[in-house]
T-cell receptor, first 112, second 116 residues
């Protein structure tokens, strides 16, 4: 079946630091890839999605490239702010007759 | 704009009793609704996916007998946790999606279930 791996459980940064969150996936389909962000007490919110291999998704300063060769979809942001503190989930869907498969999430804490 | 409301936001039930939670889509047509459970040590576990006019598909380890789901129209879905026990605790999330290629599911804020 499909799987998504996020190696980092937690990332701690200072404001203006560079953020990198690792995400790799495994599927036999041609998936659509997502990053969702979850703030405390809320449901996950879509941050960005990419449907086509080798394309890049960009939103709110975050970006992720759908790399079919390395089956990766790493999330980056050049300069984080305290308001970016949240849990970030990488996810995929291979077929919209299925639900999403999520990674375990990466908790990002940004300190001023 | 498009929103998904879930209610109640929090609920507590006694062990062995049942709890119904609801999901309302506003501003779009929820052609498919997926129910997930988020637990502290686990990521989002897919419980089932419901598509209007199709059978509800349950994932392994989740059954209709335990988590009956109703999806009667394009704006509403409900799920009941029957005979809830400690292992059923968690945040239950509804992710609704409109028909169309590559539409991303929109999530509600969840119903947090505690079991005494």
């Amino acid at each position: 079946g499909d799987s998504v791996t996020q190696k980092q459980g937690q990332v701690t940064l200072s404001e203006d630091d560079f953020l990198f969150i690792n995400c790799t996936y495994s599927t036999t389909t041609y998936p659509t890839l997502f990053w969702y962000v979850q703030y405390p007490g809320q449901g996950p919110q879509l941050l960005l999605k990419v449907t086509t291999a080798n394309n890049k998704g960009i939103s709110r300063g975050f970006e992720a490239t759908y790399d079919k060769g390395t089956t990766s979809f790493h999330l980056q942001k050049a300069s984080v702010q305290e308001s970016d503190s949240a849990v970030y989930f990488c996810a995929l869907v291979g077929n919209y007759a299925q639900g999403l498969t999520f990674g375990l999430g990466t908790r990002v804490s940004v300190f001023p | 704009g498009a929103l998904v409301y879930q209610y109640p936001r929090r609920t507590i039930c006694k062990s062995g009793t049942s709890m119904r939670m609801e999901c309302q889509a506003v501003g779009f047509q929820a052609t498919s609704v997926a129910w997930y459970r988020q637990s502290p040590q686990k990521t989002f576990e897919l419980i089932a996916l419901s598509t209007v006019n199709s059978a509800i598909k349950y994932e392994q380890n989740f059954t209709q007998e335990k988590f009956p789901i109703s999806h009667p129209n394009l704006s509403f879905s409900s799920m009941t946790v029957l005979n809830a026990y400690l292992e059923d605790r968690g945040l239950y999330l509804c992710g609704a999606r409109e028909a169309g290629a590559n539409q991303a599911p929109l999530f509600g804020e969840g119903t947090r279930l505690s079991v005494l």
